[in-house]
């Protein structure tokens, strides 16, 4: 299966707009002028880790129904290896670096947060971090200075260990299959928002845990890419033109006026992304939109540009403060990511991508 166009860039523009979310979270946390109240602004993080989500739902679901498709059935084992080969480098690094060398590093010291302060829960957190359940630590323990982003990391992990089962053995009845899973997801949370779930053990904690869990926008990512895959009649309707264009408008609007959609906040800009996701791979008057030499990259190396942004937020905050100036934010923060990135992309996460090849089962 040929690489498919215009995402690298999309990948980036997700990961700016979380990294764009931090610097202005990060200026208020250290009593610095700063844009946080903007709708926009307070939006924007969290939306552009559920197009990362929509993202893995789609192209992980593309790519397993290929594999059905060419193999006769997935490989559950190369599968997983792949995911491993990805995500842990680099997962495991960031565990390490924010539990045992940050916290003592004092550029890094991060304003009303205290890494030994919960110095008994470490323990216990360390092994959910150490685990696939970084985002059960934060819901329990709360933050850990520059190790938070990686509870979306645990949400994908655990999508993972679902999603190829439910396309290999529900192959025909997957549209039916995902829509239950959104549908029960509301269900639970909405139950646990209930005086009912009083009555549940850590209930408080369960629904912390579960509202970040967003297993629907990964569900709806899913669901479009079987209608791509599928040929769905509904896909000639999405790949038109003008309702293209009329969607990528309407989601730019309601991004910078900070539109909410109070429970179903991020269904609705899932199936939004989703839209343009599905036409921006497979529609092929749309191949080249957004392919350019500069985002590809950019996007190729998101995933460390998502890990190592919170600390050269910091760095270059600490430096605007010693120089006394504030434009410099910006440009410092987006450098050092991007070189932090590069070098990780080249030297570290590249020796293990070169394993993953030999696991592609199409």
């Given at each position: 299966?040929?690489?498919?166009?215009?995402?690298?860039?999309?990948?980036?523009?997700?990961?700016?707009?979380?990294?764009?979310?931090?610097?202005?979270?990060?200026?208020?946390?250290?009593?610095?002028?700063?844009?946080?109240?903007?709708?926009?602004?307070?939006?924007?993080?969290?939306?552009?880790?559920?197009?990362f989500?929509?993202?893995?739902?789609?192209?992980?679901?593309?790519?397993?129904l290929?594999?059905?498709?060419?193999?006769?059935?997935?490989?559950?084992?190369?599968?997983?290896?792949?995911?491993?080969?990805r995500?842990w480098?680099?997962?495991?690094?960031?565990?390490?670096?924010?539990?045992?060398?940050?916290?003592?590093?004092?550029?890094?010291?991060?304003?009303?947060?205290?890494?030994?302060?919960?110095?008994?829960?470490?323990?216990?957190?360390?092994?959910?971090y150490?685990?696939?359940?970084?985002?059960?630590?934060?819901?329990?323990?709360g933050?850990?200075?520059?190790?938070?982003?990686?509870?979306?990391?645990a949400?994908?992990?655990?999508?993972?260990?679902?999603?190829?089962?439910?396309?290999?053995?529900?192959?025909?009845?997957?549209?039916?299959?995902?829509?239950?899973?959104?549908?029960?997801?509301?269900?639970a949370?909405?139950?646990?928002?209930?005086?009912?779930?009083?009555?549940?053990?850590?209930?408080?904690?369960?629904?912390?845990?579960?509202?970040?869990?967003?297993?629907?926008?990964?569900?709806?990512?899913?669901?479009?890419?079987?209608?791509v895959?599928?040929?769905?009649?509904?896909?000639?309707?999405?790949?038109?033109?003008?309702?293209?264009?009329?969607?990528?408008?309407?989601?730019?609007?309601?991004?910078?006026?900070?539109?909410?959609?109070?429970?179903?906040?991020?269904?609705?800009?899932?199936?939004?992304?989703?839209?343009?996701?599905?036409?921006?791979?497979?529609?092929?008057?749309?191949?080249?939109?957004?392919?350019?030499?500069?985002?590809?990259?950019?996007?190729?190396?998101?995933?460390?540009?998502?890990?190592?942004?919170?600390?050269?937020?910091?760095?270059?905050?600490?430096?605007?403060?010693?120089?006394?100036?504030?434009?410099?934010?910006?440009?410092?923060?987006?450098l050092?990511?991007?070189?932090?990135?590069?070098?990780?992309?080249?030297?570290?996460?590249?020796?293990?991508?070169?394993?993953?090849?030999?696991?592609?089962?199409?």
């Amino acid at each position: 299966m040929k690489k498919i166009p215009n995402l690298d860039t999309l990948r980036f523009i997700a990961a700016s707009l979380v990294i764009i979310h931090h610097v202005e979270l990060y200026k208020q946390s250290f009593s610095i002028e700063n844009y946080f109240h903007i709708p926009f602004i307070k939006v924007i993080g969290k939306l552009g880790v559920v197009l990362f989500f929509v993202l893995s739902g789609f192209l992980i679901t593309t790519l397993l129904l290929n594999e059905k498709e060419k193999k006769g059935e997935i490989s559950f084992k190369k599968f997983y290896i792949r995911r491993i080969l990805r995500i842990w480098p680099v997962y495991y690094l960031i565990i390490f670096l924010g539990f045992f060398v940050f916290p003592h590093i004092p550029l890094l010291k991060f304003p009303g947060q205290s890494f030994h302060e919960g110095i008994e829960t470490i323990p216990m957190n360390f092994l959910l971090y150490l685990t696939i359940f970084a985002n059960v630590g934060w819901a329990i323990f709360g933050n850990i200075p520059y190790t938070t982003q990686t509870w979306s990391l645990a949400t994908e992990e655990q999508f993972y260990l679902i999603w190829p089962f439910i396309v290999n053995y529900f192959n025909k009845a997957l549209l039916l299959v995902m829509l239950f899973v959104i549908l029960f997801y509301h269900g639970a949370l909405y139950f646990l928002w209930t005086e009912y779930a009083n009555y549940i053990p850590y209930h408080t904690y369960l629904s912390r845990f579960l509202y970040a869990f967003n297993v629907n926008c990964m569900a709806i990512g899913g669901i479009f890419a079987v209608l791509v895959y599928q040929r769905n009649k509904v896909v000639d309707f999405i790949f038109n033109r003008v309702f293209f264009w009329s969607v990528v408008i309407i989601t730019i609007m309601f991004l910078l006026y900070g539109k909410y959609f109070g429970n179903y906040q991020y269904d609705v800009y899932s199936v939004l992304f989703g839209i343009i996701i599905a036409n921006l791979a497979f529609n092929k008057k749309l191949e080249t939109v957004m392919e350019n030499r500069i985002t590809n990259y950019l996007g190729s190396i998101s995933y460390g540009l998502y890990m190592f942004h919170a600390v050269a937020v910091v760095i270059a905050i600490r430096v605007s403060i010693y120089f006394n100036t504030d434009w410099i934010i910006y440009p410092l923060t987006f450098l050092l990511t991007i070189l932090v990135s590069h070098l990780s992309y080249k030297y570290f996460e590249g020796y293990f991508l070169r394993f993953k090849i030999k696991f592609n089962n199409i």
